[in-house]
């Protein structure tokens, strides 16, 4: 696709994090944008952003696990706007659960919006992309769409499933000949609230000696390799160059890389890590140092000899 300007855009999970740093950076771009999330209040601060830059912006409050809704909101995107010549399926959620336990409900509520949502959203505008003349689907898997980790077996499975659907998809479009591609996405740690608005299952502490707390912190570390906003630009120059794969950040090019190098070894360094980490979850925590100090000191049980 060349350049972003007079084109537009549709954007899921568009209220914060990667989809609102896509939304104001092609709206800076001179792209109008249709943007839909579960909050509306995270949508009237992109709406608000991206109308700074003097393009058309539309809102539309969206569960993209609602097939009938997307498809609603694809019509109404074209109607309102006259065309459409993006779609970002870029709206997820994150569940850390042992693959054994998992609850039933948190299994079908991160299908349905992780891929059921990618497949709506897919489906329901492929017919104003192809009628636009230079389309493109842009599909956001994730880095644990190309490496599995443990407690992360429901969302792996759904970034699986993006990357193997959009793979098959950007194929048949090209058998085709149709005027759209496909990109899929796999963003490796990137400084968004997908941690702390996802769900945490106690069953994780056994693999990992995290609690909730403690998941939620050091997994909020991890992910603030890349920002937001950088992450945006990353795609978009992918989506600029026609990339079957956009791998976002360092750290996923580098895990790919290992992936790639290794094979199904990989695993053996993600066990190693993990191992390393439950362990340091679990050792005993020193209390501090000044409550140390005025400690009373252990008694032994050790006997002793009468030195008199």
Known sequence: MNGFSGKVAAITGAGSGMGRSLAVELARRGCEVALADVSETGLAGTAAA?????????????????????????????????????IFNNAGVSLAASAETARIADLEWIVGINFWGVVHGTQAFLPHLRASGDGHVVNTSSLFGLVAMPTQSAYNATKFAVRGFTEALRMELELDGAPVSATCVHPGGVATNIVDAGRVDTSIHALTGQDEATHRRQANRLINATTADDAARQILAGVERNAR????????????????????????????????????NLRPKEAPVGERAHAPAARSTTPTKDLA
Not at 257 to 275: D, E, F, K, T
């Open 50 to 86: 991206c109308a700074q830059h003097g393009v058309r912006v539309s809102t539309r409050r969206l569960d993209v696990a609602d097939r009938d809704a997307v498809f609603a909101w694809a019509d109404f995107v074209r109607a309102e706007h006259g065309k459409v010549n993006l």
């Open 245 to 280: 794969r956009v791998l976002v950040g360092a750290d996923a090019r580098r895990l790919d890389r290992i992936a790639r190098l290794l094979g199904a070894g990989y695993q053996w360094l993600m066990l190693r890590h993990v191992r390393r980490a439950r362990a340091r």
